[in-house]
């Protein structure tokens, strides 16, 4: 079974930096990307960030580019989202996410597998 746990979320100013963490288990992670979304109080949850299973690959939503960096260490079974620059709209719950085929997307439903999210507020 597919299990992922998120880490690294708080409270951060206008302008600073969090390192969010995903840690999966459950079957071989080097071999499927992962995702980052977002979803904010009386939104959609939304598309952030995905990076192939490899590691060569990313994807970003336009709002984060130049801002925030995904990246994994299959070693460690680990997905992170390096943010900064961060922005009162960058508040949310983010959540990561895997699919159940080898590449990698920007759209939420490919995603099958999720973890509980992990809550990111920046103040202004």
């Known amino acids: 079974q597919v299990q992922l746990v998120e880490s690294g979320g708080g409270l951060v100013q206008a302008g600073g930096s969090l390192k969010l963490s995903c840690a999966a288990s459950?079957?071989?992670?080097?071999?499927?990307?992962m995702g980052w979304f977002r979803q904010s109080p009386g939104k959609e949850r939304e598309f952030v960030a995905a990076?192939?299973?490899?590691?060569?690959?990313?994807y970003y939503t336009d709002s984060v580019k130049g801002r925030f960096t995904i990246s994994r260490d299959n070693a460690k079974n680990t997905v992170y989202l390096q943010m900064n620059s961060l922005k009162p709209d960058d508040t949310a719950v983010y959540y990561c996410?895997?699919?159940?085929?080898?590449?990698?997307?920007?759209?939420?439903?490919?995603?099958?597998?999720w973890g509980q999210g992990t809550q990111v507020t920046v103040s202004s």
């Open positions: 990076i192939s299973g490899s590691g060569g690959t990313t």
């Open positions: 459950g079957r071989t992670f080097s071999r499927y990307p």
């Open positions: 996410a895997t699919r159940n085929v080898p590449w990698a997307t920007m759209t939420l439903g490919d995603y099958a597998y």
